[in-house]
């Protein structure tokens, strides 16, 4: 069984989507892990505010088939795959990590170059991975956060209660 980090963002009727992509991954992958919910301004474009949580699963599948379910989770919460890269969101999830996996696994780069690069991942990854070593960096997800200039993007937690319906 691996674990499974995924990130989970919309500024789409947030709560909503949010709620739905939990019950979604509960109902696939069974208990979740759940970060606290940070609501971030948008990066790369003008628009609403995102949530933004990290949700780690376990699975023994092969990173293919894990990105095939997260894509119709989020074609089920009305996902646009036609609109700009940089836009609003209904539902986004990625995979950001995949044990201690590095390198290209079935179409997807492992570890995801955000985890490194944006406040709205590496916080909610660091609470609940902090010892967990970067298979390319060497150092913990923990250190990455503490060097991370905090300055440089907005984020701050937002009470958000979820309970589960499946």
Known sequence: MALIYLSLGSNIDREHHIGAALDALTGRFGALEISTVYESVAVGFDGDSFFNLVVGVNSDLPVGEVTKILKH??????????????????????????????????????????????????????????????????????????????????????????????
């Not at 997807?108 to 406040?119: D, G, T």
Request: hydrophobic share 40%; with cysteine; net charge negative.
């Open 73 to 166: 989770i989020e074609d089920c919460h009305g996902r646009d795959r036609s609109a700009p890269k940089f836009g609003p969101r209904s539902l986004d999830i990625d995979i950001l990590t995949v044990d201690n996996l590095a390198g290209e696994f079935d179409g997807i780069s492992l570890p995801r170059s955000e985890v490194l690069k944006n406040a709205f991942v590496l916080q909610p990854l660091a609470e609940l991975a902090a010892d967990m070593t970067h298979p390319l960096t060497h150092k913990t997800i923990g250190e990455h956060w503490q060097e991370f200039d905090k300055a440089s993007q907005d984020l701050w937690p937002v009470k958000f209660e979820w309970q589960s319906s499946v």
